[in-house]
């Protein structure tokens, strides 16, 4: 699937999972003495309603609804489930590691009362006892609307019940412009699980031109990434909201350049309907400091075998560190605002850290328990300072036995030595994050 050496970082396939998510003051919580049973309208309703309508709505991307008692109920037992195994809500990164922005994470008080109310039965309640609301994570919008750029053309998927397909799309400017809020608006929001856009500079078209002119069909496959070494402009996933930079900082797109829009369909619960989405952008013609996502990775993991992980290996570890400022900032300190993860289904765990020059270090982003499923971008609360001299680190951590194989065809895949790559049999440790200058 395209060159190995591919800066895409964002893959995702849709889980068949169900939504349960936070709030603070979700009600009564599961707990000992004479307190009332846990109901659905007056404790578990809120939770739904502020966390998970979002992905678990009609015509929603999730499959299934939990605005309504009966769907809820019908899915008691695995909502309960999932979320004391803590995969429900999507939130894989570990929070002893930093503060990030939109956090749906559940608290321990949360799960409780979510287990109680399934172990009680899943009772109703009265609806005139509904539970006060809870409000949402914070979801970040854009001020204004100045371009709103289509998939040329509207495309149904062909293959199911995950499709990565990426489009181009023509830059209208003619001039020098930084984006400064980014968005996707899901044409069909049913099958559209997550969205990533690229930026392809002009002297990249020719190489973009055959990618998209290798498929017959409108754009091209690209399940690793675009198949070329773009700039990464932003992410979207349902409920996710906007991408909104920080303050004074945009992301320079200069005029011939393309977009490449990768977007990851899901068929499973909707089927093969077609969809045209957009991405929405905020634009400034000058900025106070330029901001741009960068990729982090080994430079020679792309090529050759130098990132190994062979067959049958359980815990397969390959680290990178190195100061950045010099080569990205003029030797100046660098703030990170935004950061991400990315390996493939082989992948078990990965982290990004500052190490510091007197020798200490610092957390930016820890994901313990990989899952392909769900990747993401965070918003750190405040933006970490890499200082010159200090050095940002990699460490992905991966599993390479019979029993972590991905499913090709039907049939789990035989272990054998995979190295990097874009294809689905391939693998990566990439990091990327959004930096400016201080």
Not at 302 to 324: K, N, T, W, Y
Not at 327 to 352: D, F, Q, S, V
Not at 354 to 382: K, T
């Amino acid at each position: 699937m395209g060159s190995t050496g591919s800066w895409a970082w964002l893959g995702a396939a849709l889980a068949v999972v169900l939504a349960a998510c936070a709030g603070d003051d979700a009600g009564a919580a599961a707990g000992g003495g004479a307190q009332a049973a846990v109901t659905y309208y007056r404790d578990v309703k809120p939770i739904f309603d502020a966390r998970c309508a979002g992905c678990h709505s009609e015509g929603g991307v999730a499959p299934f609804s939990l605005e309504r008692y009966e769907t809820a109920a019908s899915w008691a037992a695995p909502i309960a489930r999932a979320v004391v195994e803590r995969t429900m809500p999507p939130w894989p990164a570990d929070n002893a590691c930093a503060e990030y922005v939109g956090d749906r994470s559940l608290s321990e008080q949360q799960i409780q009362t979510i287990a109680a109310w399934v172990d009680g039965g899943a009772a109703l309640g009265d609806p005139a006892d509904e539970g006060p609301p809870i409000d949402p994570p914070p979801s970040a919008a854009l001020a204004r609307i100045d371009r709103t750029l289509e998939m040329p053309v509207e495309y149904t998927p062909q293959t199911g019940p995950d499709e990565y397909r990426c489009f181009v799309i023509d830059w209208p400017e003619e001039a020098t412009r930084y984006v400064t809020g980014f968005g996707i608006r899901p044409g069909e929001e049913r099958i559209v699980h997550h969205v990533i856009a690229f930026i392809a500079a002009p002297d990249q078209l020719a190489e973009l031109d055959a990618l998209d002119a290798s498929d017959p069909g409108p754009g091209y496959p690209c399940f690793g990434g675009p198949g070329l070494k773009p700039r990464w402009l932003g992410g979207w996933v349902p409920g996710g909201g906007s991408m909104i930079f920080p303050r004074g900082a945009g992301t320079r797109i200069e005029p011939g350049s393309k977009l490449i829009m990768q977007v990851h369909y899901n068929t499973l619960t909707a089927g093969k309907l077609p969809d045209r989405s957009a991405i929405d952008v905020m634009l400034e013609s000058s900025v106070e400091r330029e901001g741009s996502m960068q990729p982090w990775a080994n430079p020679t993991w792309p090529g050759g075998d130098s990132m190994l992980i062979p067959a049958l290996e359980s815990d397969v570890v390959h680290r990178f560190a190195a100061d950045p400022s010099r080569a990205l900032a003029g030797n100046e300190p660098i703030e990170i605002h935004w950061a991400g993860l990315h390996m493939h289904t082989l992948g078990r765990r990965a982290r990004l850290e500052i190490q510091r020059a007197d020798g200490s270090s610092e957390c930016v982003l820890d994901i313990p328990r990989w899952s392909f499923h769900w990747q993401g971008n965070y918003e750190l609360a405040e933006p970490k300072v890499l200082e010159p001299g200090d050095k940002l680190s990699i460490e992905c951590h991966w599993d390479n036995t019979p029993e972590n194989q991905p499913i090709i065809d039907g049939q789990p895949r035989v272990p054998r030595d995979v190295v990097w790559g874009e294809g689905t049999t391939d693998e990566m440790c990439l990091g990327t994050f959004y930096m400016t200058g201080r």
